[in-house]
């Protein structure tokens, strides 16, 4: 059974998830949907790439991944379609797939030229859903486009480094439900520029010297629970998907707040990391 994923910033109000469905079951009424996120922040294609990136893996092989943000074509926004990692990937080419490919090269791209068929202003449902199903049945990329060789990059996706490698700067690139700031600084990046220093990580008016390998490592449970008072705390991680994170512990907006509100962190805010010599 094909399995395709859906990532968009639709949302739940609106018809434009649904009718998605509804378009696919009408092609192929044995596929498995799956909703990766609806919830992505309007035209946020650095949001969308980090969300596919550390979503897609989780799939099976083979699985098609549908990725409609910013998807209307146009001269300078065309459409293609990604074999990588024995994945497929749909969407338009406005550099949402270039921390992927930035790491994995793709096995083939197309452009995808079906459009002179199909009147629309809903590419999402009328040209994606059409190059997903014919994917989802065995056909091949080439005879939905032709092949291209590079895709559109995202601006500022590798953090800045100073010429004697003391200092890295990347930005906050997003935000996640519980208030955490992920930043566009991955573990090997770092460890590669650190090569053992101490490091001394700035948000705003904020440092930091360690980073956890887990949250509640920032917990000294030698002390009685109830005179911890750890919730609210700040402190860096590299997450699940082995960006640098800066995280406030057990974050609730509505208590303790989050690292984006108490930190007054935002998308493309910048984090530096300063290297000690030795």
Do not use: W
């Amino acid at each position: 059974m094909a399995i395709i994923t859906l990532t968009t910033d639709f949302g739940e109000k609106d018809h434009f998830a649904g009718a998605t469905k509804g378009a696919i079951y009408s092609e192929l009424p044995d596929v498995k949907i799956v909703d990766i996120s609806h919830s992505v922040s309007p035209f946020n294609i650095p949001e969308a790439a980090y969300i596919i990136q550390n979503a897609y893996s989780s799939f099976p092989k083979g699985t098609i991944h549908i990725i409609g943000i910013d998807s209307e074509i146009n001269q300078e926004n065309k459409h293609i379609a990604i074999k990588l990692d024995d994945h497929y990937f749909i969407c338009a080419n406005n550099g949402i797939m270039s921390m992927i490919c930035s790491e994995i090269a793709p096995e083939k791209i197309v452009e995808i030229n079906i459009h002179d068929k199909i009147q629309t202003s809903f590419p999402v449902l009328d040209v994606f859903v059409k190059v997903a199903c014919h994917i989802a049945r065995g056909g091949t990329l080439e005879v939905i486009g032709k092949t291209v060789q590079e895709i559109k990059p995202i601006k500022n996706i590798v953090p800045y480094v100073n010429d004697d490698k003391t200092q890295i700067i990347g930005s906050v690139i997003y935000i996640d439900n519980y208030g955490n700031v992920v930043t566009n600084i991955k573990r090997g990046f770092f460890e590669t520029i650190q090569k053992g220093r101490a490091f001394e990580i700035s948000a705003r008016n904020y440092k930091f010297k360690t980073i956890y390998k887990k949250y509640s490592d920032i917990v000294n449970f030698e002390i009685p629970e109830g005179k911890r008072f750890d919730e609210g705390r700040g402190l860096v991680v590299f997450n699940s998907g082995n960006f640098l994170e800066i995280a406030v512990y057990k974050s609730n907006s509505a208590t303790v707040g989050s690292a984006s509100s108490l930190m007054g962190l935002g998308i493309m805010d910048a984090v530096s990391v300063n290297f000690i010599k030795a």
